[in-house]
């Protein structure tokens, strides 16, 4: 029989908060989950805490890889699920003891092939929350699923339990070796899925660690990055005739890259890549 559904949970150098992570999955009240995590070539000494809860769970299965980014790791992942829905978790978060099975029955009960959980934000300082939904709405249209998604300018897939199948149907798979991958999957899971449904009372935990490279500071590397995406989800928007807000179309930058560099060296000269701004239509965060 097939699992209900498949975690998958990516990690790289979170030794710290990885057993938080791994209690939260393996004390899921749904029966019928596997837990998928994936190794991806992390220098720290997660594989061994992986490798002790596989041992004591034979729930869990453990895949490792020379390093590929957060959207390589997911995709491995991916390709070793066997559930009917997938969900994906990242290695220093955690998720409420109920959080598979209400959003499985929710899933079920309004035949959608998107559910969607809150997300709650934790910083050390304080936690606030990126969307909070406080009862349960279902949407077929796209412009709707956008909208009930908070998309602009959070592209999350985290906070969503996905039918593996639909997945299969569009061919989704994560961009590898950049930042933002989210940000292409996300728009397509929503222009192009299925039913979606927000299910109240369900929380993602997702913790702003500073010392992970998942959720680290910008980066030239990450600031073309957001660009791009920004620049590919507005012309998606467009020829899906998704409408946005005229905020979330303004270019994510504000001078170029090479005078962000300068600056940071005490220099200034011109440069030809963009500096994001924190008010443009993709969310800060990026993924390793």
């Given at each position: 029989?097939?699992?209900?559904?498949?975690?998958?949970?990516?990690?790289?150098?979170?030794?710290?908060?990885?057993?938080?992570?791994?209690?939260?999955?393996?004390?899921?009240?749904?029966?019928?989950?596997?837990?998928?995590?994936?190794?991806?070539?992390?220098?720290?000494?997660?594989?061994?805490?992986?490798?002790?809860?596989?041992?004591?769970?034979?729930?869990?299965?453990?895949?490792?890889?020379?390093?590929?980014?957060?959207?390589?790791?997911?995709?491995?992942?991916?390709?070793?699920?066997?559930?009917?829905?997938?969900?994906?978790?990242?290695?220093?978060?955690?998720?409420?003891?109920?959080?598979?099975?209400?959003?499985?029955?929710?899933?079920?009960?309004?035949?959608?092939?998107?559910?969607?959980?809150?997300?709650?934000?934790?910083?050390?300082?304080?936690?606030?929350?990126?969307?909070?939904?406080?009862?349960?709405?279902?949407?077929?249209?796209?412009?709707?699923?956008?909208?009930?998604?908070?998309?602009?300018?959070?592209?999350y897939v985290m906070n969503k339990l996905l039918r593996r199948e639909m997945l299969l149907r569009l061919g989704l798979r994560f961009r590898e070796r950049?930042?933002?991958?989210?940000?292409?999957?996300?728009?397509?899971?929503?222009?192009?899925?299925?039913?979606?449904v927000t299910v109240p009372d369900v929380v993602y935990r997702y913790v702003v660690n500073g010392a992970s490279i998942t959720k680290s500071r910008q980066?030239?590397?990450?600031?073309?990055?957001?660009?791009?995406?920004?620049?590919?989800?507005?012309?998606?928007?467009?020829?899906?005739?998704?409408?946005?807000?005229?905020?979330?179309?303004?270019?994510?930058?504000?001078?170029?890259?090479?005078?962000?560099?300068?600056?940071?060296?005490?220099?200034?000269?011109?440069?030809?890549?963009?500096?994001?701004?924190?008010?443009?239509?993709?969310?800060?965060?990026?993924?390793?």
């Amino acid at each position: 029989m097939e699992p209900k559904v498949s975690i998958i949970i990516p990690v790289y150098n979170v030794e710290p908060f990885l057993a938080r992570c791994l209690d939260s999955v393996v004390g899921q009240t749904l029966r019928g989950i596997e837990i998928i995590c994936v190794d991806d070539g992390s220098p720290d000494r997660s594989i061994d805490i992986l490798n002790r809860y596989a041992a004591q769970d034979d729930r869990i299965r453990v895949i490792s890889q020379e390093n590929r980014g957060l959207g390589g790791a997911r995709n491995r992942g991916f390709d070793a699920a066997t559930g009917e829905f997938i969900l994906f978790v990242d290695s220093d978060d955690w998720i409420d003891p109920a959080y598979c099975e209400r959003l499985y029955e929710a899933a079920r009960e309004a035949e959608a092939d998107i559910a969607c959980a809150s997300m709650l934000k934790i910083r050390p300082s304080y936690s606030k929350w990126t969307i909070h939904y406080t009862e349960r709405q279902v949407a077929a249209e796209a412009q709707e699923k956008f909208r009930l998604c908070r998309c602009p300018p959070d592209f999350y897939v985290m906070n969503k339990l996905l039918r593996r199948e639909m997945l299969l149907r569009l061919g989704l798979r994560f961009r590898e070796r950049v930042c933002y991958e989210d940000v292409e999957y996300t728009m397509r899971l929503l222009g192009e899925g299925g039913v979606l449904v927000t299910v109240p009372d369900v929380v993602y935990r997702y913790v702003v660690n500073g010392a992970s490279i998942t959720k680290s500071r910008q980066t030239p590397k990450k600031q073309q990055d957001k660009y791009l995406a920004h620049k590919a989800f507005v012309a998606y928007a467009d020829a899906r005739g998704i409408r946005l807000d005229a905020r979330f179309r303004r270019p994510p930058f504000v001078r170029p890259l090479g005078t962000y560099v300068a600056e940071n060296q005490g220099v200034r000269r011109p440069g030809d890549l963009p500096v994001v701004r924190s008010d443009s239509g993709v969310a800060e965060t990026c993924n390793r």
